[in-house]
Nanobody, 120 residues
């Protein structure tokens, strides 16, 4: 059974940082692209970032939604089956429930989500 469990959310002031983590189990993590998705209050799901698998011994490809480029960094630890999202210079508009997703875009499975609130 696929399980994705997010951690690391919380309340942070504008300009602050948070690091989200996602513990994955129930599938071959190293062979799957992984994504982060968010849902702001009253809005639909929004893709945030995707990291691909390593190809040909090179690094994984990383892709970001325009509003988070230069502020968020996605990474993965295949030895620990863990996905991360380092979020810097957070803005109030980043307030949302963040979901870890298996696959590209919105993914085919998502975790239960974790709240990130950016407010002074």
């Amino acid at each position: 059974e696929v399980q994705l469990v997010e951690s690391g959310g919380g309340l942070v002031q504008p300009g602050g940082s948070l690091r989200l983590s996602c513990a994955a189990s129930g599938f071959m993590f190293s062979t799957e692209s992984m994504s982060w998705v968010r849902q702001a209050p009253g809005k639909g799901l929004e893709w945030v970032s995707t990291i691909s698998t390593s190809v040909g011994g090179g690094g994984s490809g990383r892709y970001y939604e325009d509003s988070v480029k230069g502020r968020f960094t996605i990474s993965r630890d295949n030895a620990k089956n863990t996905l991360h999202l380092q979020m810097n210079n957070l803005k109030p508009e980043d307030t949302a429930v963040y979901y870890c997703a298996k696959g590209w875009g919105l993914g085919d499975r998502r975790g239960q989500g974790i709240q990130v609130t950016v407010s002074s």
